[in-house]
């Protein structure tokens, strides 16, 4: 490596390999997986290994055709040609800003892998590329390290899982290699993207869409018509659309691979499998109810063969069509027909598997008589799915932006108030009925605060998948930001060990607790406070230093107190 001056005399280091990784107590750069202080010799790495023997800019206009036809903005290639022509070798102000435009330039030009080598933020999928050709490689950014000193702590049907982060079953999880790299990149949730018990194509390209919230009014309101426009960017962007269909492999390809996939999983890490049925009928003008439950019974079965112990009944998609391109309405939209579907499933398949449902929105009074019919049925309950909309683009009047499919699936923050309310309305009815189900709230998580929110709401765990496509290192942004002190319900149990640590007449300095306890040192704080809040300790100090002394064992009340 090399040091070069830049312009207020600061010292930076240009890397010729991958750049440090993110100190514990850091924030790291808006741009990718290092500190904000290594984005000057990022930006230069970067550049120099684009030149080519007449310089940076010469390279760029080689890429700028390729990332024109793929979608780059305009104003976003016109923005790095001025800065780069201004300033070749970064010494001005503005260097942070060059490269966020730069990754957004090269992400375009299908530069995925130089990108990769600094671990600058890319989408975790390539909108220009279709939904094959993401499967095969998929793209993203994997952090330097997941925070392990969190630990496996939450619980999940019946599992002790790490960070309650995951995937939901999208075009992120579509096979194993897919799945492997999520659960390297921090997620502990991740579910198996939708089979079925026949292949099953995806729809042609274009399957993804940039969206900004401001942009979009009223999405509770199905008639509202959403507008692509082609020059949001990356920066923009926190939402977006998305018309896949529901493509699946062969049952005989997609069981072997869930099986490669679920061997990806780590210490508390758990794949689920979603799955699922058809009518078999041509057109879908007239559903078959009896055909219908028992494919989704074929396909559990198919997914229980592969290994799986958790399945996700699928009633929530908006993204299936008939064979003239009409869309049709999510299964959980009639909420009779999705409660006999859960209910002979169930009674086909036993015990013998964790079964959750994947729900779209659904109002308050329908989702209840769903959770009256259902809940006693399923271990956990999931949602929401993508918001269906009428979808077109801004380049030309009335033009459905995804070709054909006039309807798609809106994600994204745009979601997150119906989200919230959807998870918020399952707690409540768990509350309220003592029902004994986990909750999966997906739908606008996209950084640390909604992920929060949701937790708040009521979810057990959190699910994203727009966040992710945007932010590969959402997950580790939520750890690092809010692991330290995030509880568990598994965490009061550690009092009794603090309380056995403690002595009755010497005090404890606080560094004892938190250097013996497995827990993050913020939690084990937290315990210490509720103990001595309780009475069950005694706060003192030397040299401004807290120390605890337990309380007379005779008077002591109970932890739990």
């Keep these: 490596m090399e040091m070069a001056d830049v312009s207020d005399g600061t010292p930076t280091t240009d890397w010729v390999a991958d750049p440090p990784a993110v100190e514990p107590e850091e924030t790291r750069s808006r741009w990718g997986d290092f500190a904000p202080r290594e984005e000057r010799a990022v930006l230069r790495s970067l550049l120099r290994d684009l030149s080519n023997d007449d310089g940076p800019l010469d390279a760029l206009d080689e890429e700028l055709p390729a990332a024109r036809a793929a979608g780059l903005p305009e104003q976003v290639a016109k923005n790095v040609r001025e800065a780069v022509t201004m300033d070749p070798d970064m010494t001005g102000e503005d260097a942070s800003s060059v490269l966020g435009g730069l990754i957004e330039y090269l992400?375009?030009?299908?530069?995925?892998?130089?990108?990769?080598?600094?671990?600058?933020?890319?989408?975790?999928?390539?909108?220009?590329?279709?939904?094959?050709?993401?499967?095969?490689s998929p793209s993203g950014t994997v952090p330097a390290s997941v925070p392990s000193w969190i630990g496996s702590r939450w619980p999940f049907l019946g599992h002790r899982i790490g960070f309650p982060i995951g995937v939901a079953a999208s075009g992120l999880t579509t096979n194993a290699q897919c799945v492997k790299r999520l659960f390297e990149?921090?997620?502990?949730?991740?579910?198996?993207?939708?089979?079925?018990?026949?292949?099953?194509?995806?729809?042609?390209?274009?399957?993804?869409?940039?969206?900004?919230?401001?942009?979009?009014?009223?999405?509770?309101?199905p008639e509202t018509v959403v507008t692509v426009n082609p020059e949001t960017t990356l920066v923009e962007a926190d939402s977006?659309?998305?018309?896949?269909?529901?493509?699946?492999?062969e049952p005989t390809v997609w069981v072997d691979d869930f099986r490669t996939a679920a061997k990806a999983a780590g210490e508390?890490?758990?794949?689920?499998?979603?799955?699922?049925?058809?009518?078999?009928?041509?057109?879908?003008?007239?559903?078959?109810?009896?055909?219908?439950?028992?494919?989704?019974?074929?396909?559990?079965?198919?997914?229980?063969?592969?290994?799986?112990?958790?399945?996700?009944?699928?009633?929530?998609c908006p993204n299936t069509t008939r064979l003239d391109d009409e869309p049709t309405l999510p299964l959980c939209y009639d909420v009779e027909?999705?409660?006999?579907?859960?209910?002979?499933?169930?009674?086909?398949?036993?015990?013998?598997?964790k079964l959750g449902a994947k729900l779209s929105y659904l109002e308050h009074d329908n989702l209840a008589r769903?959770?009256?019919?259902?809940?006693?049925?399923?271990?956990?309950?999931?949602?929401?799915?993508?918001?269906?909309?009428?979808?077109?683009?801004?380049?030309?009047?009335?033009?459905?932006?995804?070709?054909?499919?006039?309807?798609?699936?809106?994600?994204?923050?745009?979601?997150?108030?119906?989200?919230?309310?959807?998870?918020r309305a399952c707690k409540q009815y768990k509350d309220e009925n003592n029902a004994d189900f986990a909750i999966i709230g997906v739908g606008g998580v996209t950084d640390p605060a909604s992920f929060v929110a949701m937790r708040e709401a009521g979810a057990d765990i959190v699910q994203a998948v727009t966040g992710v496509f945007l932010n590969s290192l959402l997950a580790v942004d939520?750890?690092?930001?809010?692991?330290?002190?995030?509880?568990?319900?598994?965490?009061?149990?550690?009092?009794?060990?603090?309380?056995?640590?403690?002595?009755?007449?010497?005090?404890?300095?606080?560094?004892?607790?938190?250097?013996?306890?497995?827990?993050?040192?913020?939690?084990?704080?937290?315990?210490?406070?509720?103990?001595?809040?309780?009475g069950a300790l005694v706060m003192t100090s030397a040299a401004g230093a807290p120390r605890y002394l337990r309380s007379d064992a005779d008077s002591r009340p109970s932890v739990n107190a």
């Excluded at 530069?111 to 890319?122: E, G, T, W």
């Excluded at 041509?282 to 063969?305: G, K, N, P, Q």
């Excluded at 965490?491 to 009755?504: F, G, N, V, Y």
């Excluded at 993050?520 to 809040?533: H, N, Q």
């Design 107 to 136: 992400y375009y030009a299908n530069r995925s892998s130089l990108l990769a080598k600094y671990r600058l933020l890319q989408p975790a999928y390539r909108v220009y590329a279709d939904h094959e050709a993401n499967a095969e």
């Design 185 to 221: 990149a921090g997620y502990n949730v991740v579910t198996y993207k939708t089979v079925r018990s026949q292949f099953t194509p995806p729809h042609p390209r274009p399957n993804w869409a940039l969206l900004n919230s401001d942009s979009i009014k009223a999405i509770g309101d």
């Design 240 to 249: 977006s659309a998305n018309s896949f269909g529901v493509p699946s492999p």
């Design 268 to 316: 508390g890490q758990v794949l689920i499998c979603s799955v699922l049925g058809e009518d078999n009928n041509s057109d879908h003008s007239e559903r078959s109810t009896d055909v219908l439950i028992a494919d989704f019974i074929a396909v559990t079965r198919h997914a229980m063969s592969a290994g799986a112990e958790t399945v996700e009944l699928n009633l929530s």
């Design 337 to 353: 027909l999705a409660i006999a579907i859960v209910v002979k499933v169930r009674e086909s398949v036993g015990h013998s598997v």
């Design 370 to 423: 769903f959770l009256d019919g259902a809940a006693h049925h399923l271990d956990f309950v999931s949602g929401i799915n993508t918001v269906a909309h009428p979808v077109e683009s801004a380049v030309g009047e009335g033009t459905p932006y995804f070709g054909k499919r006039l309807v798609a699936g809106i994600g994204g923050a745009v979601i997150q108030p119906l989200a919230l309310e959807f998870v």
């Design 478 to 534: 939520c750890m690092r930001s809010l692991g330290a002190t995030m509880r568990s319900p598994l965490d009061d149990a550690e009092k009794e060990r603090i309380l056995q640590t403690a002595m009755s007449r010497i005090p404890v300095p606080e560094w004892e607790f938190t250097t013996s306890s497995e827990l993050p040192v913020g939690v084990t704080a937290e315990l210490l406070d509720e103990l001595v809040i309780s």
